[in-house]
């Protein structure tokens, strides 16, 4: 645990931190066109009651990944980089950020008069080493997209991955808060 | 009678193809709300020494689940997609989504499918975009 250099004990005091965001109103059937028409996903079940019915479905549903993406659950404003999600706001110095991946377990679709809510919560972060040696930061997050009656439509576990920009991993332990 | 009944371990789904340019880029980004600069705009971009807009990676997501569903019918329920982000992907080029079934289980009301998925972009500049991926699919009988 010593030889940690990106998790500081401040960092790893933050697992188990939560946030949640609601959405301020339904989803809506213009915002599931939107997405689909922006994928470029024809599925008649997402824009079409009769082709969703012959599916087995009780009208349009929404394309299953369009929940995760938070921001819609904001109400502003965008950061400086035009951001507007979710973020954990790490302070992980001398560090660049890529995204690891998703795993997403989606129980039932969304339809257009749901109102989701997005229960983050930090699962995990453990310091590892690239296969160069150099050190990096795994921190697992999850959300759990409910609707309005509390049902999960969603769960989403993520990874960000925190690489050192440091020359040498000794370099750059310098003083944890 | 459907199609998926004649899925076998080891059968590769047709390939899903999209280029994605700048304006398809810019509709996800308002569609999902996600105005990041790192999707569209060349001075931020030069600011970090990056040539050309980056495609949001949750896009890939959204195809694969594309390409599973046109497969199987619009029954077919994806109930898990997992996948890693591997290389970015960058406006103009083009994307393949590549899934094959690696098992199959069925009772007597649905079928289960598994897939092992990747995301490659083709052409001049091949690589794997997403990938390890992986999905399970319900199909009702």
């Known amino acids: 645990m010593s030889d940690n250099v990106l998790l500081t004990d401040a960092l790893a005091s933050r697992i188990g931190e939560t946030a949640s965001y609601t959405a301020p109103e339904p989803i809506g059937r213009a915002s ?6 922006a994928v470029g996903d024809r ?10 019915r012959a599916a087995g479905l009780e009208g349009v549903v929404a394309p299953p990944t369009l929940i995760t993406e938070t921001n819609q659950y904001m109400t502003g404003p965008r950061d400086a980089d035009g951001f507007l999600g979710h973020s954990w706001h790490l302070d992980v110095p001398n560090s660049r950020l890529v995204r690891g991946g998703n795993t997403y377990e989606f129980t039932q679709y969304a339809r257009p008069d749901d109102v989701i809510t997005a229960h983050w919560s930090i699962v995990d972060m453990t310091e590892r080493r690239t296969s160069k040696g150099v050190p990096m930061l795994v921190v697992t ?3 759990v997209y409910t609707n309005q009656r509390d049902q999960i439509i969603c769960t989403n576990t993520e990874t960000l991955v925190y690489t050192s920009l440091a020359p040498t991993p000794a370099a750059a332990s310098e003083g944890p808060a | 009678m459907s199609n998926e009944t004649r899925l076998q371990v080891g059968d590769r789904l047709p390939d899903l193809a999209r280029t994605i340019e700048l304006p398809d880029m810019v509709a996800y980004a308002g569609a999902t709300w996600d105005w990041h600069r790192l999707h569209y705009d060349p001075a931020y971009l030069a600011s970090k020494g990056i040539p050309t807009p980056v495609i949001d990676g949750q896009v890939f997501g959204a195809l ?6 046109d ?3 619009p029954r077919a329920f994806v109930r898990r997609l997992e996948f890693r982000f591997k290389n970015l992907v960058f406006a103009g080029e083009t994307v393949s989504c590549v899934s094959t079934v690696t098992e199959m289980h069925e009772s007597d009301d649905t079928v289960v499918l598994s897939f092992d998925c990747e995301v490659v972009v ?3 500049n091949a690589r794997v ?9 319900v199909l009702p009988r």
Not at chain 1, 32 to 37: E, Q, S, V
Not at chain 2, 64 to 69: A, C, P
């Open chain 1, 32 to 37: 599931i066109r939107y997405f689909a028409l």
């Open chain 2, 122 to 124: 083709v052409g001049d």
């Open chain 1, 43 to 52: 599925n008649p079940v997402y824009t079409d009651d009769h082709a969703a």
């Open chain 1, 141 to 143: 997050s999850r959300a």
């Open chain 2, 64 to 69: 694969l689940v594309e390409q599973l569903q």
């Open chain 2, 71 to 73: 497969s199987l019918g």
């Open chain 2, 129 to 137: 975009a997403v990938g390890p991926a992986s999905a399970v699919v």
